[in-house]
């Protein structure tokens, strides 16, 4: 199982960096990212409401979808408008939509009202699918033009790679050396042994994408100190592995193992994106703060 998921991600990893290539290409509107985007909206709402399908909760996949799509669409529009702050208005956009989302949820539910017992379980199985799936996703998508419409891929892609290097040291550590479990009720297949992993595999991964990329991105730009690579790569391996606990949280409290069967040892699209986007708000702000990269005169 080890060597299927190191293969799997070995094929998966340089088809998603091919796709980002042709949207470096072509211009800071980022079309590729955002069809991508708004498919994995789609899809992640599909999974959260077949996995909330029980007891009381029932969310509706045409609501959840509706809004998810809808966050991630105008998110783009300061982006393709010409905005002089196109990220300010972006993120605006992104929260006014969401709110709206959440009292349109509350409306449609109020209207529709027959009798106790449902309701509220549903609306809050409907917020908390939107937040996660569309909120989330949007806001990992700002990594795109988090320091300028120059940025590119080099910041999306040190979150994407130290998630998934801290996804792969974790569960390697783990297979190879682990012992003692995590949170055993909650994730069995967890241990503290992982966990070091999955935070060595983070730092690893920041470090050689920030210490050997920045150039390929803009010729003026160059390494930041390898202390802040790591700091950085460091932090979203913890955040990344509270994601990856949360999530598995939402699968044990509805009683299923994956959130869907989409590729043989991952799960589904939730299970491959759950570091990740519990990791872009935390990404986001880190590139604000720390210097991650080196500006030559």
């Not at 299927?4 to 290539?21: D, E």
């Not at 730009?221 to 994601?243: H, N, Q, T």
């Given at each position: 199982?080890?060597?299927?998921?190191?293969?799997?991600?070995?094929i998966?990893?340089?088809?998603?960096?091919?796709?980002?290539?042709?949207?470096?290409?072509?211009?800071?509107?980022a079309?590729?990212?955002?069809?991508?985007?708004?498919?994995?909206?789609?899809?992640?709402?599909?999974?959260?409401?077949?996995?909330?399908?029980?007891?009381?909760?029932?969310?509706?996949?045409?609501?959840?979808?509706?809004?998810?799509?809808?966050?991630?669409?105008?998110?783009?529009?300061?982006?393709?408008?010409?905005?002089?702050?196109?990220?300010?208005?972006?993120?605006?956009?992104?929260?006014?939509?969401?709110?709206?989302a959440?009292?349109v949820?509350?409306?449609?539910?109020?209207?529709?009202?027959?009798?106790?017992?449902?309701?509220?379980?549903?609306?809050?199985?409907?917020?908390?699918?939107?937040?996660?799936?569309g909120?989330?996703?949007?806001?990992?998508?700002?990594?795109?033009?988090?320091?300028?419409?120059?940025?590119?891929?080099?910041?999306?892609?040190?979150?994407?790679?130290?998630?998934?290097?801290?996804?792969?040291?974790?569960?390697?550590?783990?297979?190879?050396?682990?012992?003692?479990?995590?949170?055993?009720r909650?994730?069995?297949?967890?241990?503290?042994?992982?966990?070091?992993?999955?935070?060595?595999?983070?730092?690893?991964?920041?470090?050689?994408?920030?210490?050997?990329?920045?150039?390929?991105?803009?010729?003026?730009?160059?390494?930041?100190?390898?202390?802040?690579?790591?700091?950085?790569?460091?932090?979203?391996?913890?955040?990344?592995?509270?994601?990856d606990?949360?999530?598995?949280?939402?699968?044990?409290?509805?009683?299923?193992?994956?959130?869907?069967?989409?590729?043989?040892?991952?799960?589904?699209?939730?299970?491959?994106?759950?570091?990740?986007?519990?990791?872009?708000?935390?990404?986001?702000?880190?590139?604000?703060?720390?210097?991650?990269?080196?500006?030559?005169?």
């Amino acid at each position: 199982m080890l060597g299927w998921r190191l293969l799997v991600s070995a094929i998966l990893i340089p088809l998603l960096f091919g796709l980002f290539y042709l949207d470096q290409r072509a211009g800071s509107g980022a079309p590729y990212l955002l069809g991508l985007c708004l498919l994995l909206a789609i899809r992640g709402s599909y999974e959260m409401t077949s996995l909330l399908t029980v007891r009381n909760l029932a969310p509706r996949f045409s609501m959840v979808s509706r809004w998810s799509f809808l966050i991630c669409a105008v998110a783009w529009i300061p982006y393709t408008w010409g905005e002089s702050q196109p990220q300010i208005m972006s993120l605006a956009l992104m929260s006014v939509t969401f709110a709206i989302a959440i009292i349109v949820i509350f409306l449609v539910e109020a209207t529709g009202f027959r009798e106790p017992g449902q309701s509220m379980e549903r609306i809050g199985a409907e917020i908390l699918s939107v937040s996660y799936v569309g909120f989330l996703l949007a806001m990992l998508a700002q990594l795109r033009w988090v320091i300028g419409p120059e940025t590119g891929y080099l910041a999306l892609g040190s979150l994407i790679i130290s998630a998934k290097m801290g996804d792969i040291g974790g569960y390697t550590f783990g297979r190879l050396w682990g012992k003692t479990k995590l949170i055993p009720r909650l994730s069995p297949g967890k241990t503290q042994v992982g966990g070091v992993g999955a935070i060595l595999g983070a730092a690893l991964g920041a470090f050689l994408w920030l210490q050997f990329t920045p150039s390929l991105f803009n010729a003026n730009w160059s390494a930041p100190a390898w202390y802040w690579s790591i700091l950085f790569g460091a932090i979203i391996g913890v955040v990344g592995l509270v994601g990856d606990l949360c999530e598995s949280l939402i699968k044990r409290d509805v009683g299923k193992k994956d959130s869907a069967e989409l590729l043989p040892g991952f799960g589904g699209l939730l299970d491959l994106l759950d570091s990740p986007l519990y990791a872009g708000p935390v990404a986001f702000l880190l590139w604000k703060f720390l210097p991650l990269i080196t500006v030559s005169n």
